[in-house]
């Protein structure tokens, strides 16, 4: 260092200069030095702020987002929903918030002791699917959704880097299992996918959930037809008529005749939409509208009210009963026979097989088909509901064909589409497909199609208020309700050949009956022996479970009970 010297002091003297005074100046490097330094740290500090700010800045832009999503469902899986009401406003389905757990795999140490400790708080984990999911090196993959909030609160006690909840939106079904064919469900990712959640969907939210215009406070409520007290009623009647006839099925439907609203329906076995794991079990669907049976002796109603409307038949006509019909191999006969020939009000009230061909065989093959087409029994039903079946028919018609349907056998439609020709048989002649969502008479009128004639559907009540009187609609009677009814007994097709150990049973019934209002359609399907010694016949299950929804529920109706009079029909009969 001290070396050195030397060479600094001549550098400095060459610095110098001589001032005009003659005095010696030193050169002014120094300062010229020390204002380039002075550039070159404000620069420096200039690139560095700029880096740092740049980082700051985009720390707060992620902090602001959401998890990294990637690998995982996007904006779909909180889309809200609007809630579901019955016609008087109670929620029968709405959005609730829940957590769902997810995984960061970049992030997670040990994989096995993740699963482990996880396996603690959720038993059901599926070790080896997890493992590789948490292996995968994804940057987020779902582990377990819709989480209650002690099983989150658990999992956070866990303290596991790598893990984290995100807040969803679950439907939650506050009527439970009441309903649950009606208003149907959701999947995981909130997306409708049976019942009228489904057709909510259809109808337009899957567009606005997409778009993510879906949200909660501009979604007004979807007001239903349904009315909770009576579909509580009806559901309730079913599931205790299952146990109590040792059935496989049982359902029902409450049909306002004059609007077509359907008011309750319920078929069982069901399920429960806030637990739905048995509800694809081959016996859980719903019958009323999309199981399809041979209706037996209900169809009889067609086959007078046919007869009727055609100008061919009145109450006076008269039908030989008295042996019974042969066509090639096969013989009609009846269950009951009176063997002697009977009026058309004695057809309907004995039920004659027999009669009800010989209805058919006076109106035609074609005239037939015909008139079961008008209303609408052959053909597929249209309404909201998704879970709808297609009716079916022979291809071609034969005379043994028209026979048979003429008593229920041959054709197999759904129990709504049923009632919803009997309902047509009520009110005044007007076939009104069925809806689940409220419909005032006046617009029911705007799509109204009239079927039969003033003069039929007053032969119709009669024959319904004689049967409940004298026949075998008797256990569906309420006092002070007018009820009236058919029962049908029809031999359980079972992989193609009837059973002669199980029955399809049918009951309908309207009520009041001197201006029907509600229209109850009742089915057991193969029901046995309430007690050893009684029978099994519609009587005995179908026409007692009507009979109970209507007590029940025919003041949450509206409807009135008159004792003022007794139901007046009178059996015309011809020996």
């Known amino acids: 260092m001290i070396g050195r010297l030397p060479r600094i002091g001549e550098l400095l003297r060459r610095r110098k200069k001589v001032a005009p005074d003659g005095s010696i100046v030193v050169d002014a490097a120094r300062k010229a030095t020390g204002g380039k330094a002075k550039t070159r740290i404000i620069m420096t500090m200039a690139v560095f702020f700029t880096i740092y700010s740049t980082i700051a800045g985009r720390l707060v832009y992620l902090g602001l987002q959401n998890p990294d999503m990637s690998g995982g469902p996007q904006s779909r899986v909180t889309a809200s929903r609007p809630d579901i009401v019955d016609r008087n406003g109670e929620v029968l389905a709405t959005d609730i918030k829940t957590a769902s757990l997810f995984a960061e795999p970049r992030r997670i140490v040990d994989a096995d002791e993740a699963i482990e400790r996880l396996s603690t708080v959720l038993p059901e984990i599926d070790y080896e699917q997890t493992y590789r999911k948490l292996k995968s090196g994804a940057g987020f993959v779902w582990l377990q959704r819709q989480l209650t909030p002690k099983q989150q609160a658990d999992i956070l006690a866990l303290g596991i880097p790598g893990l984290g909840f995100r807040t969803e939106k679950r439907r939650f079904y506050p009527s439970g299992e009441t309903s649950s064919y009606i208003v149907g469900l959701t999947n995981i990712d909130n997306q409708g996918i049976s019942g009228m959640e489904k057709y909510i969907d259809d109808q337009g939210l899957t567009d606005l959930q997409e778009s993510g215009l879906a949200v909660a406070r501009d979604l007004k409520p979807v007001k239903l037809s349904i009315d909770l007290r009576v579909q509580h009623v009806v559901r309730d009647e079913v599931a205790a008529a299952l146990e109590r006839y040792r059935a496989i099925g049982a359902g029902a439907v409450v049909l306002n005749v004059k609007t077509g609203e359907v008011v309750a329906m319920a078929s069982v076995p069901d399920f429960d939409p806030n637990n739905p794991y048995n509800a694809q079990e081959k016996d859980r669907l719903n019958r009323m509208s999309a199981g399809l049976y041979e209706m037996g002796s209900t169809f009889k109603s067609f086959t007078s009210a046919m007869a009727l409307d055609s100008g061919k038949a009145t109450m006076a006509s008269r039908f030989d009963a008295s042996h019974p019909i042969r066509v090639g191999h096969q013989a009609i006969h009846d269950f009951h026979g009176k063997n002697r020939v009977l009026s058309l009000p004695e057809v309907f009230l004995y039920s004659s097989n027999i009669g009800s061909a010989r209805e058919a065989e006076l109106v035609g093959i074609e005239g037939h088909r015909e008139f079961l ?131 399809f049973n049918t009951f309908v019934a309207a009520f009041p009956m001197d201006d029907p209002q509600y229209l109850v359609f009742t089915i057991a399907d193969a029901p046995h022996p309430e007690k050893p010694g009684m029978t099994d016949v519609a009587a005995a299950n179908a026409g007692v479970i009507a009979g109970n929804i209507i007590r029940r529920s025919a003041a949450m109706l509206g409807v009135k009970p008159d004792f003022s009079h007794e139901n007046g029909a009178t059996l015309v009969s011809y020996q």
Not at 393 to 422: D, R
Not at 424 to 442: C, D, H, Q, S
Not at 460 to 486: C, I, Q
């Open 373 to 503: 087409h008008r209303l609408g029994i052959l053909d597929k039903m249209q309404t909201e509901l998704p879970e709808v079946a297609r009716p079916t028919e022979p291809k071609v018609w034969k005379q043994v064909n028209s026979f048979t349907i003429a008593f229920g056998h041959g054709v197999s439609t759904t129990p709504l589409q049923a009632a919803v020709g009997c309902a047509a048989l009520m009110n005044g002649g007007y076939l009104i497909e069925p809806t689940f969502l409220p419909r005032t008479v006046e617009q029911a009128m705007t799509v109204a199609k009239k079927v039969v004639s003033e003069k039929t559907v007053e032969g119709m009540r009669y024959l319904y208020t004689l049967n409940a009187e004298k026949g075998s609609a008797r256990n569906a009677r309420v006092p002070g309700y007018r009820v009236g009814g058919k029962t049908g007994t029809a031999e359980k097709v079972i992989n193609g050949r009837y059973s002669k150990d199980l029955n």
